[in-house]
C-alpha cells in the first residue's frame, strides 16, 4: 500500500501544481483588457476494491486529476478611456475580428484605426461589422454578411439626396375659416448635389375637420425664375376625434426633373403614416397650430470629424455643420457554450465543437450584450480570491508532499523487517 501512497501523492502534487499554475496565469492577467479568470475543478480517479466483511464497497482512492480548467465569463469593471473607438461589452457576447487564419473572437475593445481606415485590434486583427446602407432611410443593414468596418477620417462622405420627410404637425381645430393660409412649416431637404433647399408647406382650414395643403419650393432653386414651384397640394380631412382619416397614406412631393444647380430630382415622401405604429403624424386638436418634429434623411456632403459609437454597436459619424450618420454598426458573437472555446492567445478566442456554432448578430439582440462606447471592460481576476486559492493550493501541495514523506519512511520501516 505504500506504493500506492506514492502514487497518489504524487498525483496530487501535479494536480495542485497545475491549479498554482493557473492561479499564477490569473494574477498576471489581473491588467489585461477583457480578460476572463479561470478556474480549476479536480477529480478523483477510480477506485481501488478491497476485501472486507462490510456489505458496503470497500474501495480505496487511487488519487486525483485536473477534472477542468474553464474560464469565468463574469463581467469585468467598465472603465471609461475617452477614446472614441474604444468599445465595452456589459453583457454576454463577442467582437468578432479578422485576420489571415480567419474569425475569432474577443471582450477587448480596445480598437483604433489603420492607415487604411480600417477598424483593427491593437494587433492587427480588423473588426467586423456590417456597412451597408438602406438607400432609401439610411439605415445600416444588419443582415446580410459581416465585412471590415472601414471609415476614413477626414475623407469627403458623398452627399445623400432626400427621399423621405417625417413631420408632427397639429392643426388647431379652432382656426377660423379666412380663405388665406392659416398655418405654414418649413421642411430642409438636400437634393443629389448636397445643396439643401426648403419646400415650404401652407394649410389653409376650409371647413369643420377640413384643410388642404399645398407644397412648394421657390422657382429659383428650380430654374432661376421667380415665385414658387408646387410640389404637391391636396386636402386633409379629420374624424371627430381630431385623427386623420384622409389621406389614408403617405404623399408624395413630384420634385422637378432638375434642380437649377444641375441635380437631378426625385420624387420625396412626405411619411405620414410612420412605422411601426402607422399612426397619423398629423392632427387636429384644439390647440395651437405647430410643428413639434421634423425629420429627413438627406446629408450634405463632408469630411468625417468625429465617430462614437452607442449602445446598439452603431458608429455614429459627425461631419459638416454637426450632421451625424450611421455608417457602420459592429457584430457580436454569442455562443451556447463560451466556456468551450479556445483561447488563442492576444485575448482571441477560437471556435470549438464544444462552444457549438457562433449566433452573430448586433448588440441587445438575440440574449447579446449592449455596448458603451470610449470604454473598455477590465479583467474580471479578483486577488482576494486568487490569493485565498494560492494558500489552499499551496497547503495542499504540502500536504501531497508530506504524504509521499510518510509513505518514504513507512517503506523503509518495512524494510528493516529484515536484518
Same mark, same amino acid.
Given at each position: 500500500? =505504500?506504493?500506492?501512497?506514492?502514487?497518489?501523492? %504524487?498525483?496530487?502534487?501535479?494536480?495542485?501544481?497545475?491549479?498554482?499554475?493557473?492561479?499564477?496565469?490569473?494574477?498576471?492577467?489581473?491588467?489585461?483588457?477583457?480578460?476572463?479568470?479561470?478556474?480549476?475543478?479536480?477529480?478523483? %480517479?477510480?477506485?481501488?476494491?478491497?476485501?472486507?466483511?462490510?456489505?458496503?464497497?470497500?474501495?480505496?482512492?487511487?488519487?486525483?486529476?485536473?477534472?477542468?480548467?474553464?474560464?469565468?465569463?463574469? &463581467?469585468?469593471?467598465?472603465?471609461?478611456?475617452?477614446?472614441?473607438?474604444?468599445?465595452?461589452?456589459?453583457?454576454?457576447?463577442?467582437?468578432?475580428?479578422?485576420?489571415?487564419?480567419?474569425?475569432?473572437?474577443?471582450?477587448?475593445?480596445?480598437?483604433?484605426?489603420?492607415?487604411?481606415?480600417?477598424?483593427?485590434?491593437?494587433?492587427?486583427?480588423?473588426?467586423?461589422?456590417?456597412?451597408?446602407?438602406?438607400?432609401?432611410?439610411?439605415?445600416?443593414?444588419?443582415?446580410?454578411?459581416?465585412? #471590415?468596418?472601414?471609415?476614413?477620417? !477626414?475623407?469627403?462622405?458623398?452627399?445623400?439626396?432626400? +427621399?423621405?420627410?417625417?413631420?408632427?404637425?397639429?392643426? *388647431?381645430?379652432?382656426?377660423?375659416?379666412?380663405?388665406?393660409?392659416?398655418?405654414?412649416?418649413?421642411?430642409?431637404?438636400?437634393?443629389?448635389?448636397?445643396?439643401?433647399?426648403?419646400?415650404?408647406?401652407?394649410?389653409?382650414?376650409?371647413?369643420?375637420?377640413?384643410?388642404?395643403?399645398?407644397?412648394?419650393?421657390?422657382?429659383?432653386?428650380?430654374?432661376?425664375?421667380? !415665385?414658387?414651384?408646387?410640389?404637391?397640394? !391636396? +386636402?386633409?380631412?379629420? #374624424?371627430?376625434?381630431?385623427?386623420?382619416?384622409?389621406?389614408?397614406?403617405?404623399?408624395?412631393?413630384?420634385?422637378? =426633373?432638375?434642380?437649377?444647380?444641375?441635380?437631378?430630382?426625385?420624387?420625396?415622401?412626405? #411619411?405620414?403614416?410612420?412605422?411601426?405604429? *402607422?399612426?397619423? @403624424?398629423?392632427? @387636429?386638436?384644439? @390647440?395651437?397650430?405647430?410643428?413639434?418634429?421634423?425629420?429627413?434623411?438627406?446629408?450634405?456632403?463632408?469630411?468625417? @470629424?468625429?465617430?462614437?459609437?452607442?449602445?446598439?454597436?452603431?458608429?455614429?459619424?459627425?461631419?459638416?455643420?454637426?450632421?451625424?450618420?450611421?455608417?457602420? &454598426?459592429?457584430?457580436? =458573437?454569442?455562443?451556447?457554450?463560451?466556456?468551450?472555446?479556445?483561447?488563442?492567445?492576444?485575448?482571441?478566442?477560437?471556435?470549438?465543437? =464544444?462552444?457549438?456554432?457562433?449566433?452573430?448578430?448586433?448588440?441587445?439582440?438575440?440574449?447579446?450584450?449592449?455596448?458603451?462606447?470610449?470604454?473598455?471592460?477590465?479583467?474580471?481576476?479578483?486577488?482576494?480570491?486568487?490569493?485565498?486559492?494560492?494558500?489552499?493550493?499551496?497547503?495542499?501541495? &504540502?500536504?501531497?508532499?508530506?504524504?509521499?514523506?510518510?509513505?518514504?519512511?513507512?517503506?523503509?520501516?518495512?524494510?528493516?523487517?529484515?536484518?
Amino acid at each position: 500500500m =505504500a506504493v500506492g501512497s506514492f502514487s497518489a501523492g %504524487l498525483s496530487g502534487l501535479n494536480a495542485n501544481a497545475t491549479y498554482l499554475s493557473v492561479i499564477g496565469n490569473n494574477l498576471a492577467n489581473i491588467n489585461t483588457i477583457g480578460y476572463k479568470t479561470s478556474s480549476v475543478s479536480f477529480a478523483d %480517479l477510480v477506485s481501488q476494491t478491497v476485501g472486507g466483511t462490510s456489505i458496503n464497497p470497500m474501495q480505496v482512492g487511487l488519487g486525483v486529476v485536473t477534472g477542468s480548467i474553464s474560464p469565468v465569463f463574469s &463581467q469585468g469593471a467598465i472603465e471609461n478611456t475617452r477614446e472614441a473607438t474604444n468599445v465595452a461589452i456589459q453583457g454576454s457576447g463577442f467582437f468578432v475580428v479578422r485576420g489571415e487564419s480567419g474569425d475569432a473572437y474577443t471582450r477587448a475593445g480596445n480598437f483604433s484605426f489603420n492607415a487604411d481606415g480600417e477598424l483593427v485590434t491593437s494587433d492587427g486583427w480588423r473588426v467586423q461589422g456590417y456597412t451597408q446602407l438602406d438607400p432609401a432611410t439610411g439605415e445600416v443593414v444588419t443582415t446580410g454578411g459581416m465585412s #471590415d468596418i472601414v471609415v476614413p477620417p !477626414g475623407v469627403l462622405r458623398d452627399p445623400v439626396g432626400t +427621399t423621405s420627410v417625417r413631420t408632427n404637425i397639429n392643426l *388647431d381645430a379652432g382656426a377660423n375659416v379666412t380663405g388665406a393660409v392659416n398655418f405654414s412649416t418649413p421642411i430642409k431637404i438636400i437634393d443629389a448635389l448636397g445643396e439643401s433647399h426648403v419646400i415650404t408647406v401652407d394649410f389653409q382650414k376650409t371647413g369643420p375637420g377640413a384643410w388642404t395643403y399645398t407644397a412648394t419650393v421657390p422657382q429659383a432653386d428650380v430654374n432661376g425664375g421667380t !415665385g414658387l414651384f408646387q410640389l404637391s397640394t !391636396g +386636402t386633409l380631412t379629420f #374624424d371627430g376625434t381630431g385623427t386623420l382619416t384622409n389621406p389614408a397614406a403617405d404623399v408624395v412631393f413630384t420634385a422637378p =426633373a432638375a434642380w437649377a444647380n444641375g441635380a437631378t430630382g426625385g420624387n420625396i415622401t412626405w #411619411d405620414i403614416t410612420p412605422p411601426p405604429s *402607422d399612426k397619423p @403624424s398629423i392632427t @387636429s386638436f384644439s @390647440s395651437k397650430s405647430e410643428t413639434s418634429l421634423l425629420t429627413q434623411n438627406g446629408s450634405e456632403a463632408g469630411q468625417i @470629424s468625429n465617430i462614437s459609437v452607442d449602445g446598439e454597436g452603431k458608429i455614429i459619424a459627425t461631419f459638416g455643420a454637426g450632421q451625424t450618420v450611421a455608417v457602420g &454598426q459592429l457584430a457580436l =458573437a454569442n455562443f451556447n457554450n463560451p466556456k468551450g472555446l479556445v483561447k488563442l492567445g492576444a485575448n482571441r478566442y477560437g471556435e470549438s465543437q =464544444a462552444a457549438g456554432i457562433p449566433n452573430v448578430g448586433t448588440a441587445g439582440t438575440g440574449g447579446r450584450g449592449t455596448l458603451i462606447g470610449s470604454a473598455i471592460e477590465q479583467s474580471n481576476v479578483d486577488i482576494a480570491t486568487e490569493f485565498t486559492q494560492m494558500i489552499l493550493a499551496q497547503r495542499g501541495y &504540502q500536504a501531497n508532499s508530506r504524504t509521499i514523506t510518510v509513505a518514504d519512511e513507512v517503506l523503509v520501516e518495512t524494510l528493516q523487517l529484515k536484518r
